[in-house]
């Protein structure tokens, strides 16, 4: 792997990590899922592959945000407003 390119998988890495403190099955879990998907891939050495799967790393990444919030919406819209009976 060139140096850019580790460079990229060791930052996306870091940032899924630092995700996964909050995803909801838990951090052990995550954990455990993301070093398995890193280590099925790290034997790919082709430049144009790795960037296809640090493009999904990082769709991941927008996919993980997104569920965080909704989440964080859900727990305000709970706090703020009540249901109301119609709807």
Same mark, same amino acid.
């Not at 993980?64 to 727990?75: D, G, N, S, T, V």
């Given at each position: 792997?060139?140096? &850019?390119? !580790?460079?990229?998988?060791?930052?996306?890495?870091?940032?899924?990590? =630092?995700?996964?403190?909050?995803? &909801?099955?838990?951090?052990?879990?995550?954990?455990?899922?993301? !070093?398995?998907? =890193?280590?099925?891939?790290s034997?790919?050495?082709? &430049?144009?592959?790795? !960037?296809? +799967?640090?493009?999904?790393?990082? =769709?991941?990444?927008?996919? +993980?945000?997104? +569920?965080? =919030?909704? !989440?964080?919406?859900?727990?305000?819209?709970?706090?703020?407003?009540?249901?109301? &009976?119609?709807?």
């Amino acid at each position: 792997m060139a140096n &850019p390119l !580790r460079a990229e998988v060791v930052t996306l890495y870091k940032n899924l990590l =630092f995700l996964g403190r909050e995803y &909801p099955k838990g951090e052990i879990y995550f954990k455990e899922r993301l !070093r398995k998907a =890193f280590l099925k891939n790290s034997h790919v050495t082709d &430049p144009e592959k790795i !960037r296809e +799967l640090i493009a999904r790393g990082e =769709f991941v990444i927008k996919e +993980l945000e997104a +569920l965080y =919030f909704l !989440r964080k919406y859900r727990a305000m819209k709970q706090r703020y407003y009540e249901d109301s &009976p119609n709807a």
